[in-house]
């Protein structure tokens, strides 16, 4: 079960991936939309439950900021791990992590 297609990727019936990416900096904003560009960093929320992750990515010398929101809070801690030890990666390359272990 690759992460792009998890049933748990969810919040409120809604599917959580991709994010929609939110320009932060850099270079001009390119709109970029989808599983593009590079992971740079990754924040759980503080507000508890923490039901959603916030993700940073650079795409083309730009900055974007994404959100996942996750009702099952759980799996919301172990993606935000996960997510961590991928900071560097691209996030297509993410989105096809095999995440059968977390069913």
Not at 31 to 49: C, F, M, N, R, T
Request: charged share 25%; hydrophobic share 40%; with cysteine.
């Amino acid at each position: 079960m690759r992460l792009r297609d998890h049933p748990l990727m969810t919040y409120r019936r809604l599917r959580s991936w991709p994010p929609a990416w939110t320009w932060v900096g850099g270079a001009d904003n390119q709109h970029p939309k989808g599983e593009v560009g590079v992971l740079k960093e990754v924040k759980i929320s503080q507000i508890k439950p923490a039901d959603r992750i916030f993700i940073y990515m650079e795409y083309k010398d730009a900055f974007y900021i994404g959100c996942i929101l996750i009702d099952h809070h759980s799996f919301c801690d172990q993606l935000a791990r996960l997510l961590q030890d991928c900071c560097g990666r691209p996030v297509r390359e993410i989105a096809d992590l095999d995440l059968s272990h977390t069913l």
